[in-house]
């Protein structure tokens, strides 16, 4: 299964990345079920966190859902 390609995603640290996709699979596993869109989340937030700095995401959960949904990886604070 694939998530959907975001080029042009601006990476600034790549720290991180990881867990928050296991951390946005989780999420989408337990709140919906749906294994596809549990790979969106996962992909979503495990892209948002790479954009900050550090191990820490700073994503809000509104900001990868909509990522998730097809909406672009700008942060909105």
């Known amino acids: 299964m694939r998530s959907t390609r975001r080029p042009g995603l601006e990476i600034l640290d790549r720290v991180g990345g990881g867990d928050s996709f296991a951390s946005g699979l989780i999420y989408g596993l337990i709140e919906t079920g749906d294994l596809a869109t549990a790979v ?14 550090g191990d820490t995401t700073m994503a809000t959960r509104a900001e990868v859902l909509r990522l998730a949904a097809g909406g672009g990886a700008r942060v909105q604070r």
């Open 40 to 53: 969106e989340y996962g992909a979503a937030h495990g892209a948002l966190a790479m954009t900050t700095p």
